[in-house]
């Protein structure tokens, strides 16, 4: 199975949004409850940022949420901050193996 | 606060055996399943495999013929074993912690990069 595909680059302004789509094969992302996303810093290991499609753990932004949409789950991190500049990747349980998909990752810039 | 403390070599040359160690710290050993994630440079995060606490492994099939993963309950670490390396091995490799049935990585070790090289 190939990974899921994530658009290579978004930017946007301070206060605009933005959103990253996470598409794949109609059973890759067949159960948005089984779609995470990682927010990751150069260096930096990545950090869950939403769980069972829509869950945000604690100490994460409100300004993230996610939708979904057929075969895509997409992030929107609304009103950018500059600390939002980082890769963000999607990830689906795939019930076969390999168990779990990466999507290709996107950088956010923050203009 | 659960940490997940990684080690193990970081050079190798085409052939070796990669070796790595993952220790947690904070949290109970039992109840997930102990993931390893890599991530070429420059490019994305591919799942490599996992181990939960009874010892029972899934393996990415691309890796499954050179990969072992392993643990010790008792000492609360698991370990990765690649055989057989290539440059193509090349990668920083992480760590995670996932909650039996759960569909997500809530903690990560802290990365480590291992660069395959004659």
Redesign the interface.
């Known amino acids: 199975q190939s990974?899921l595909t994530q658009p290579a680059s978004v930017s946007g302004s301070p206060g605009q949004s933005i959103t990253i789509s996470c598409t794949g094969n109609s059973s890759d992302v067949e159960s948005f409850?089984?779609v995470?996303w990682?927010q990751q810093y150069p260096g930096?290991?990545?950090?869950?940022l939403i769980?069972?499609g829509t869950k945000r753990?604690s100490g994460v932004s409100n300004r993230f949420s996610v939708s979904k949409s057929a075969n895509a789950a997409s992030l929107t991190i609304s009103g950018l901050q500059a600390e939002d500049e980082a890769d963000y990747?999607c990830?689906s349980?795939a019930r076969s193996?390999?168990?779990?998909?990466?999507?290709?990752?996107t950088k956010l810039t923050v203009l | 606060q659960v940490q997940l403390q990684q080690w193990g070599a970081g050079l190798l040359k085409p052939s070796e055996t990669l070796s790595l160690t993952c220790a947690v710290y904070g949290g109970s050993f039992s109840g997930y399943y102990w993931?390893w994630?890599r991530q070429p440079p420059g490019?994305?995060?591919?799942?490599v495999g996992?181990i939960n606490h009874g010892g029972s492994t899934?393996?990415?099939?691309?890796l499954k013929s050179r990969l072992t993963i392993s643990l010790d309950a008792s000492m609360s670490h698991f370990s990765l074993n690649l055989s057989s390396v290539t440059a193509a091995d090349t990668a920083v490799y992480?760590c995670a912690r996932r909650r039996l049935f759960?569909?997500?990585?809530?903690y990560?070790?802290?990365?480590a990069l291992v660069t395959v090289s004659s």
């Open positions: 990974a409850s089984l995470s990682y930096k290991a990545p950090k869950l769980y069972e753990p990747y990830c349980y193996r390999p168990l779990w998909l990466f999507g290709g990752g | 993931s994630i490019k994305g995060l591919e799942w996992e899934n393996y990415s099939p691309s992480y759960t569909y997500y990585f809530d990560w070790g802290q990365g």
